[in-house]
């Protein structure tokens, strides 16, 4: 059974950080890319950021800059560093696992995800 497994969420003033973290289990977890995406309420499921499994990087437009994905393969993890972050960034972010080369900004490609951790940016 596949697992992921976020925290690292809460509430923070804007312009400080966050860092996010994502465990997984039950896959092997080298052989995935892993993704980062968010849903504020009444939005759709956006793409923040991604790492391959070959560790190449894309980051969303909003997310270039000040956050930093990376992953950590003998910890089957993968992290989200947030930093400068504004109220617009308030949401509940998703870690995901891709089995496939394409697309590593697209959900479609994504095959399992995590339960999300609420980040909550006050102004």
């Known amino acids: 059974q596949v697992q992921l497994v976020e925290s690292g969420g809460g509430l923070v003033e804007a312009g400080g950080s966050l860092r996010l973290s994502c465990v997984a289990s039950?896959?092997?977890?080298?052989?995935?890319?892993l993704g980062w995406f968010r849903q504020a309420p009444g939005e759709e499921r956006e793409f923040v950021a991604a790492?391959?499994?070959?560790?190449?990087?894309y980051y969303a437009d909003s997310a270039r800059d000040r956050f930093i994905i990376s992953r950590d393969n003998a910890k089957n993890s993968v992290y989200l560093e947030m930093n400068s972050l504004a109220p617009a960034d308030t949401a509940i972010y998703y870690c995901?696992?891709?089995?496939?080369?394409?697309?590593?900004?697209?959900?479609?490609?994504?095959?399992?995800w995590g339960q999300g951790t609420q980040v909550f940016v006050s102004s």
């Open positions: 995901a696992a891709n089995p496939t080369d394409g697309g590593p900004w697209s959900a479609a490609h994504y095959e399992y």
């Open positions: 039950g896959l092997t977890f080298r052989d995935y890319g």
């Open positions: 790492i391959t499994w070959s560790e190449k990087i």
